[in-house]
């Protein structure tokens, strides 16, 4: 045969495997990360359920590998749960009793840190999503919202930072829905915490350290004592001087408080709803009395009806139904 040879298999397109490995990239690509963690009662597993629903229907499967940290077993509702949707569980050991009950969060740190994500939300348990959490994560910052109220007093804050040996710190953020006081910036509400990854490893170990120097401070904190958590990742963002921005309030917005209170704040969205214990029987959030407000819980409350259906929902709602 003379002249060119001819080409075997397919002909393929011009830059075709260049358009294929560009894709194998973009899949491999470290995702980000929605953890909570849930404890034992009955209230948290349908607080797990309300939390999955809303994943879903946000969009946030498809930004982040969802994951549910469980104290200890977890039930088989729950799993089921969690399988039908698409979540990671992990079993998961109580930090401690009492008041270090509160810090459970902090167990679901190893888990994470180990999922080779490229950041990470950490959220309460008790959180709707609106719209998909990943508008929160930046590649720099840490970010968290402010407290709703100056919880603890500067005093007590600037005290605990004598303690522990950390410089003297200016209190000059405004909390939500207390404008006549100040707090520290970065003494946040631990709704969500977003973070790089490489920020979590950094601020573990000492939110962990200083998390438990806190609760030892029985005196100083008193009532407040179940902060510790928050007030120990305030202290490990000091010791490590990472980056940090505020969340704006429509990412982890409260809906516990008395309706007055939303009367001094602008609602125009909510993208995250943090309702705390609001809910009824059935499930449902609570509504707060505030018409604006209330139009956004109406919406989450719809999204949760279309869910109703599952044998999930149905088993979780008569556990929790029968423990009030």
Same mark, same amino acid.
């Given at each position: ?37 849930? +404890? ?24 982040? +590998? ?9 039930? +088989? ?11 990671? =569980? ?20 190893? @888990? ?11 959220? +309460? ?11 929160? =994560? ?13 919880? @603890? %007093? ?17 209190? *000059? ?22 973070? @790089? ?11 962990? *350290?200083? %998390? ?113």
């Amino acid at each position: 045969m003379t002249g060119k040879r001819q080409k075997r298999g397919l002909d393929l397109p011009k830059n075709f495997w260049s358009k294929i490995f560009g894709l194998r990239s973009k899949r491999t690509k470290p995702r980000a990360v929605l953890s909570c963690v849930v +404890d034992q009662h009955p209230k948290f597993l349908i607080q797990a359920w309300i939390w999955l629903v809303s994943a879903k229907s946000s969009g946030a499967f498809k930004d982040c +590998d969802v994951v549910i940290h469980h104290v200890g077993d977890a039930p +088989d509702v729950l799993r089921k749960a969690a399988a039908r949707f698409g979540a990671r =569980l992990y079993e998961v050991e109580l930090f401690g009793e009492g008041a270090a009950r509160y810090c459970n969060k902090l167990q679901s740190h190893g @888990p994470v840190l180990s999922s080779g994500g490229s950041g990470v939300l950490l959220t +309460d348990v008790d959180l709707f999503f609106l719209e998909s959490p990943i508008a929160c =994560l930046d590649s720099y910052y840490v970010q968290s919202k402010v407290v709703d109220h100056a919880n @603890p %007093s500067s005093e007590t804050l600037s005290t605990l930072a004598q303690i522990l040996n950390l410089p003297v710190q200016k209190f *000059e953020a405004v909390p939500t829905f207390r404008p006549d006081s100040r707090t520290h910036k970065m003494n946040c509400n631990g709704g969500l915490y977003a973070l @790089p990854m490489a920020c979590l490893e950094a601020l573990a170990p000492y939110w962990r *350290e200083y %998390s438990n120097q806190c609760l030892a401070e029985t005196g100083l904190l008193g009532k407040r004592l179940h902060h510790s958590d928050q007030i120990g990742f305030l202290m490990s963002m000091i010791k490590t001087e990472l980056p940090f921005r505020e969340l704006d309030i429509r990412y982890n917005f409260p809906t516990h408080l008395e309706s007055s209170e939303y009367d001094s704040i602008q609602v125009d969205d909510i993208s995250i709803i943090h309702y705390h214990d609001k809910i009824c029987s059935r499930g449902r959030l609570i509504e707060t009395g505030h018409a604006g407000i209330d139009t956004f819980i109406n919406r989450a409350n719809h999204i949760l009806k279309r869910y109703e259906h599952h044998p999930e929902y149905k088993e979780i709602q008569s556990i929790y139904a029968a423990s009030l």
